[in-house]
């Protein structure tokens, strides 16, 4: 009988994908957010082939010399900027993901964010709360129909959600690096900054790079219209979070939808938390019993085929695949 794989698990799995890891692998624990290089006796650092974690797990250079076996990371979510990819690369460690399935989740939180700024869902909660309806009626909001929706970024999250703003009868417009032929029917290229100038609603879908990085500032804002919101459901620091909060004090842009924060945890003494035309979410946008289960049932999955010599079903740097093949 071979030796099991030995494994790192920083993930919280449910039972029956517990137990299909540990009839195949020799689990090794790791609390969520523990280095796995301090938490790992030395001993087994060398044995260990895999591993599936979150975002909160760092897969870095030192981490990468810390288990000079691995061959396999998954990542439990579809971001990897916990990852140096190049690092693996090198090293011929594969970082896997879960893109996909969780594309409907953060487009509806999407739409939602979009809808609740519009009509002013949050506070017309309050309202109704406060008694104050009973005194006068809440003040006229915006319709969403038949404006102009930005999508900074058309991958599978953005063309999910300019699929779901041709039924408000939405203007869709995106910029890409380059053109998507996917988008084709769903959307119309435009550049970037007559994306910014254009947009009644400019969401944002790109992911975060060194590039990326505070890609959004206070040229960008500029751009924008005075009734414009903005909606960032793709990384916090994608967004210059200290231009964004001037740009709503000033009454650049009418307001912001958040799903991600520079900081997450936000904390309460955040200015986001202090203003009006804001409304935050708590980094919700796959977390729906549904969405979670099929990430990390896919996470799983990518980690169990790759060590059992299967191709993954998504890979984030595909040539170590190619190149072991």
Same mark, same amino acid.
């Given at each position: 009988m071979s030796q099991k794989h030995k494994v790192i698990v920083s993930a919280p799995l449910p039972a029956d994908l517990r137990e299909k890891v540990a009839a195949r692998c020799e689990i090794i624990e790791v609390p969520v957010g523990q280095s796995p290089a301090e938490s790992v006796p030395a001993a087994?650092?060398?044995?260990?082939?895999?591993?599936?974690?979150?975002?909160?797990? *760092?897969?870095?250079?030192?981490?990468?010399?810390?288990?000079?076996?691995?061959?396999?990371?998954?990542?439990?979510?579809?971001?990897? !900027?916990?990852?140096?990819?190049?690092?693996?690369?090198?090293? /011929?460690?594969?970082?896997?993901?879960?893109?996909?399935?969780?594309?409907?989740?953060?487009a509806d939180v999407t739409i939602g964010l979009m809808l609740c700024l519009a009509r002013n869902l949050v506070a017309g909660d309050a309202f109704v709360r406060s008694g104050a309806w009973t005194k006068g009626a809440?003040?006229?909001?915006? !319709?969403?129909?038949? /404006?102009? *929706?930005?999508?900074?970024?058309?991958?599978?999250?953005?063309?999910?959600?300019?699929?779901?703003?041709?039924?408000?009868?939405? /203007?869709?417009?995106?910029?890409?690096?380059?053109?998507?032929?996917?988008?084709?029917?769903?959307?119309?290229?435009?550049?970037? !900054?007559?994306?910014?100038?254009?947009?009644?609603?400019?969401?944002?879908?790109?992911? *975060?790079?060194?590039?990326?990085?505070?890609?959004?500032?206070?040229r960008e804002l500029g751009l924008m219209k005075p009734t414009a919101y903005?909606?960032?459901?793709?990384?916090?620091?994608?967004?210059?979070?200290?231009?964004l909060i001037e740009a709503l004090r000033a009454g650049a842009i009418a307001g912001a939808g958040l799903d991600?924060?520079?900081?997450?945890?936000?904390?309460?003494?955040?200015?986001?938390?202090e203003l009006p035309n804001v409304v935050l979410q708590a980094h919700v946008g796959s977390a729906t019993h549904e969405t979670r289960r099929a990430m990390i049932d896919l996470a799983v999955a990518n980690l169990l085929d790759a060590l059992d010599k299967r191709k993954p079903q998504a890979m984030v740097n595909p040539e170590v695949w190619e190149a072991r093949a």
């Open positions: 087994l650092r060398p044995q260990v082939a895999g591993m599936v974690c979150t975002m909160r797990t *760092l897969v870095d250079q030192a981490l990468l010399d810390a288990f000079p076996a691995l061959a396999v990371s998954s990542n439990f979510a579809v971001g990897f !900027d916990n990852v140096d990819v190049a690092a693996a690369t090198r090293r /011929k460690v594969l970082i896997c993901n879960t893109p996909g399935v969780l594309d409907g989740a953060v809440f003040p006229l909001t915006t !319709d969403i129909r038949g /404006k102009t *929706l930005g999508l900074l970024g058309m991958g599978r999250i953005g063309r999910v959600v300019a699929r779901a703003a041709q039924a408000f009868d939405m /203007k869709v417009v995106y910029h890409n690096r380059r053109q998507d032929p996917a988008a084709q029917g769903l959307a119309t290229y435009v550049g970037r !900054d007559e994306l910014f100038a254009m947009s009644d609603v400019l969401s944002i879908h790109i992911p *975060l790079s060194a590039e990326t990085r505070h890609s959004v500032g206070k903005l909606i960032n459901t793709a990384r916090g620091p994608v967004v210059d979070e200290a231009a991600v924060m520079e900081q997450e945890p936000l904390p309460p003494s955040s200015p986001l938390c």
